[in-house]
Nanobody, 124 residues
């Protein structure tokens, strides 16, 4: 069993930056692909970014490409989401997710573990 705990959310002005972190328990973190998703009230959870073993194996939603960067530190069992040039439409609860394979996926149904979420609010 793996537990994921997100942190780093908060309130930021448009154009600002935030860095989300997701700490994972367990000794097999380095064998997992990780992803970030986000959700607004009443909306479906949507894909943001995913990473396999390294930064060379990453994928992004078109809406965040060039502004967000996903990375991981396997020695610290942590995955990050650096969010730059934030816009009000980025406001959502952001969730970290892990899957029991190193193949990254944009499909939320492919993930086995989820964090509790962290709120990101971008003011205009």
């Amino acid at each position: 069993q793996v537990q994921l705990v997100e942190s780093g959310g908060g309130l930021v002005q448009a154009g600002g930056s935030l860095r989300l972190s997701c700490a994972a328990s367990g000794r097999t973190f380095s064998n997992y692909a990780m992803g970030w998703f986000r959700q607004l009230p009443g909306k479906e959870r949507e894909f943001v970014a995913t990473i396999g073993w390294s930064a060379g194996n990453t994928y992004y939603a078109d809406s965040v490409k060039g502004r967000f960067t996903i990375s991981r530190d396997n020695a610290k069992n942590t995955v990050f989401l650096q969010m730059n040039r934030l816009q009000p439409e980025d406001t959502a609860v952001y969730y970290c997710a892990g899957r029991r394979t190193l193949a990254p996926s944009t499909n939320r149904a492919a993930y086995d573990y989820w964090g509790q979420g962290t709120q990101v609010t971008v003011s205009s």
